[in-house]
């Protein structure tokens, strides 16, 4: 049914079929509107990429992917397969994308730093089925990882598990430095009792002739028969937004969603999927608010709760405050809670309200 008020031919472009532009095209069609929604995304596959750890552990990549033609049916929405440069984009969004919108939402999340030669990222681990094979059948190797965010910790915890010989490194001075040291403390231990090398305080160089070049305080040559480079993430571009996810600073209708957003307020920012959900939402929401001259509900979702895999039978997160970090089977458990969770949501569920 129509929203009342609102033109029945009112359509919106959605770009970046991550958990933000996924969630965007959800709220929408929750709330039994006309809009007419296409999602654009160059690949032809929704991917869960909290899971992708799971790729050391052995799994293949089809289980964490959802074709978008499947979801379009299922959330009626018009999904291209198609690259839209964001550059170009604001630059001339009818000719960008083929049609004029009566609004748009970037969504097109973060992307990993340059690319070291002879390295692996998260990136191309998306696409190269080659690189998905060397990490999911790797055995009895040498593997250095850089970076101790989450995503490093997770690889590591697999690769180790499968009794490879597992080096991490981190240029700051603790595991999971965006958050409180209580998380960091708590995976230190477990990265200690499952033998892995931490190398803190030092930074990557390169990579060649099979070995890392690194300095700080490890500073030296480590041989490594792979390297996975997950250092971080950075927007790309990166949007201010207001209360409500509009970007700020732009005439036309354009609102943003995910790592590529920051929300002004007191609503969660960070680049994570629980984030790119409640942001994907509160767009759709404000989409739908604006498009019958009405006021938008303002961003205030604040954060449940985060959990890091530790390999297959470990994890460490909190619940609410990072001050309360726990480790071990129930924080496990809540880790797959959150990605069950999410599967329900794609399978139609009301899970986030």
């Not at 994890?315 to 309360?324: C, D, E, I, P, W």
């Amino acid at each position: 049914m129509a929203i009342s008020g609102a033109r029945e031919d009112f359509s919106v472009a959605i770009v970046g079929g991550g958990y933000a532009g996924i969630a965007t095209a959800i709220e929408l069609n929750k709330n039994n509107s006309s809009i007419a929604v296409t999602l654009f995304d160059a690949r032809a596959y929704h991917q869960k990429l909290t899971q992708w750890h799971k790729l050391a552990r052995g799994a293949r990549s089809e289980k964490y992917e959802v074709a978008f033609s499947a979801l379009a049916g299922k959330f009626g929405f018009r999904f291209c397969q198609q690259h839209v440069a964001v550059d170009a984009l604001l630059v001339n969004p009818t000719k960008t994308l083929g049609r004029s919108f009566d609004a748009i939402v970037v969504a097109q999340g973060s992307l990993t730093p340059s690319l070291p030669s002879g390295v692996i990222t998260l990136d191309q681990l998306r696409d190269d089925t080659a690189a998905q094979q060397q990490v999911r059948t790797i055995t009895g190797k040498k593997i250095s990882i850089i970076g101790a965010g989450p995503t490093g910790v997770q690889f590591a915890f697999e690769f180790a598990a499968r009794n490879n010989e597992v080096t991490l490194y981190e240029a700051r001075d603790r595991v999971l430095p965006t958050f409180d040291p209580a998380l960091g403390t708590a995976a230190m231990r477990a990265i200690e009792a499952n033998g892995i090398r931490l190398h803190l305080e030092t930074e990557f160089v390169g990579y060649t002739k099979n070995y890392v070049v690194a300095r700080g305080t490890h500073a030296g040559e480590n041989a490594a028969d792979l390297v996975l480079f997950v250092p971080g993430v950075r927007a790309t571009p990166h949007f201010t937004c207001d209360l409500y996810g509009r970007v700020e600073g732009t005439r036309s209708p354009l609102y943003a969603a995910g790592d590529n957003s920051y929300f002004s307020g007191r609503g969660l920012n960070s680049k994570s999927a629980q984030a790119a959900v409640r942001k994907g939402q509160q767009v759709a929401r404000t989409i739908i608010a604006d498009a019958v001259g009405k006021s938008a509900p303002e961003y205030t979702y604040a954060e449940l709760g985060y959990f890091v895999s530790l390999g297959p039978k470990n994890a460490v997160g909190y619940m609410f405050s990072q001050k309360t970090a726990f480790s071990g089977r129930a924080a496990l458990l809540m880790k797959e809670i959150v990605e069950r969770q999410y599967d329900l949501y794609l399978a139609g569920f009301n899970v986030y309200p």
